[in-house]
């Protein structure tokens, strides 16, 4: 289901209650295996930076998915109004980021990491309530529904990072340096 793959893959930026994103895609170029004896791969992480109409494609289809009321539409667009602009917020941070990174030491790459992870925990925040609001606002029907989207997000997301890190040890296996005796 489309749904299903969309909204865990929205959530990185978007929902508190659901997992960091599935089907991410890599922010930077793809490491290249490393030759054997060499140092490992690079290990600069930047997260997953949704495009625009990702973002618009979720917020339609969490709104239809959840089954958004003409009288919580009130409640249903600021909380759509946060989720563009914490996106907006994520990629102007990504940007930033990976305009720096080539010429950033590993401290200022991890610092750098270190604030990109802590904007988005405080738009998370906003985000969670927002919704808290929305939440409130559902039906009994839609409660157990929300919750069980963001339950069911979070599995597939969990499966999907396991596959994908599974993929990607078998695709460029690493070999660590030996160590200095």
Known sequence: MMFRRLLPAAAFVLLPAMAMAADPQPATAPAQA????????????????PAPEQVDAHITALHDELGITKKQEALWTPFAQTMRDNAQRLHDAIESRREKLASMNAV?????????????????????????TLYESFSKKQR?????LFREGDAEHAQHRQAQQGETATAAPATAAAPAQ
């Open 34 to 49: 490393a030759p054997q004896g060499s140092a490992t791969t690079s290990l600069a992480h930047t997260p997953h930076d």
């Open 144 to 148: 157990k529904h929300a919750d069980t």
């Open 108 to 132: 200022e790459n991890m610092q750098s990491y270190a604030e990109l992870t802590v904007e988005r925990a405080h738009d998370m925040q906003t985000l969670n309530s927002s919704f808290a």
